[in-house]
C-alpha cells in the first residue's frame, strides 16, 4: 500500500512541468540511490508517483534532482520541485 502521491515537476523561469515518465522510471526502476526506500515507489504517469511511507520528499529531492543534473537532463537555473500528498481513500480511485 502506498502512503503518499508525489507530483515532481521541473520549475524553470516561473512556469512547471511534470517531469516526464521515461525519467520517472529510468530513476526509480533501476535504483541507481542504494536508497532502500525508493524500492517503496510505483511510477503513476508524467510527474506522479506512489511512495510508500518510509519515502522522504525531500531525500528524493535532492537524489532524482542531483540524478538529472548529472545526466544534463535539466539546466543549471531549473528546479525539481516536489510536492507530497496523504494518501486517503477518496484518491485510491
Known amino acids: ?29 533501476r535504483n541507481f540511490t542504494g536508497y532502500r526506500a525508493f524500492d517503496e515507489t510505483l511510477v503513476a504517469g508524467d510527474g506522479l508517483l506512489e511512495a510508500g511511507a518510509r519515502v522522504s520528499a525531500d531525500e ?3 537524489k532524482f534532482e542531483g540524478w538529472l543534473r ?13 510536492r507530497r500528498f496523504q494518501r486517503t481513500p477518496q484518491s485510491w480511485r
Do not use: C
Not at 73 to 80: N, S
Open 70 to 82: 548529472g545526466r544534463k537532463l535539466i539546466q543549471a537555473h531549473e528546479r525539481l520541485t516536489v
Open 1 to 29: 500500500m502506498f502512503a503518499w502521491r508525489l507530483e515532481l515537476s521541473i520549475e524553470s523561469n516561473g512556469s512547471q512541468r511534470p517531469v516526464p515518465e521515461p525519467w520517472l522510471r529510468d530513476f526509480f526502476m
Open 60 to 62: 528524493l529531492k535532492v
